[in-house]
């Protein structure tokens, strides 16, 4: 059984009180009734005051230091999608087989969560490209293609979330200046 475990809340599970910078935080890890792990945070102030929700597994305390806004969460949350979508492409698939459904955005999904680490190589042919998902620790074979620009244009809407900034009428209007460039060299 995989458990996640939440990152500090920013306000008291007790009081509802938003935490500040460098409030001293009493945390707890309890597993309720329905066999849940639940994250408690309350100001240490509250922490005999608070009723637990099940049975404490482990407490400890910090100070809360607030996420800084430079846009990592949003980031973060890209990786998320791009992970999300590249496991969805092996639901229903036997572990260990080689599908060619969707090969193409497979293959580019492989090699893009590969350079953000989120997937590790365990083994690469001319046919596929065995990884591993570090989070998971599940294996996925993905087909070896090649990747043409026809392609990339074809899927560049569906492609579009997942290259940071991108911007549809950005990287139209970058292509076309590739393209013009080109044909004044061929010419």
């Known amino acids: ?28 890890l309890v597993k309720t009734e329905e066999g849940e792990l639940v994250r408690v945070d309350v100001l240490i102030s509250e922490a005999n005051k608070v009723e637990m929700p099940g049975k404490v597994l482990c407490r400890w305390t910090q100070k809360f230091k607030p996420k800084p806004t430079d846009g990592k969460e949003e980031e973060e949350a ?36 590969e350079r953000r680490r989120v997937l590790r190589v365990k083994a690469r042919t001319r046919k596929y490209t065995r990884y591993v998902h570090r989070p998971s620790k599940r294996e996925f074979l993905v087909p070896a293609v090649d990747l043409d620009p026809k392609f990339f244009l074809e899927n560049e809407e569906k492609l579009a979330f997942l290259v940071d ?21 061929e010419s």
Request: proline share 1%; hydrophobic share 40%.
């Open 78 to 113: 890209l990786k998320l999608t791009a992970d999300n979508l590249f496991i969805s492409f092996f639901e229903g698939e036997e572990e260990g087989t080689l599908s060619e459904e969707n090969a193409e955005l497979k293959h580019f999904l492989g090699l893009m969560l």
């Open 165 to 185: 900034g991108a911007d549809g009428d950005e990287d139209a209007s970058a292509s076309e200046d590739v393209d013009e460039g080109e044909g004044k060299a």
């Open 1 to 28: 059984m995989e458990w996640h475990i939440t990152p500090i809340a920013r306000k008291s599970f007790h009081s509802h009180v938003e935490f500040a910078k460098d409030d001293a935080i009493a945390c707890a």
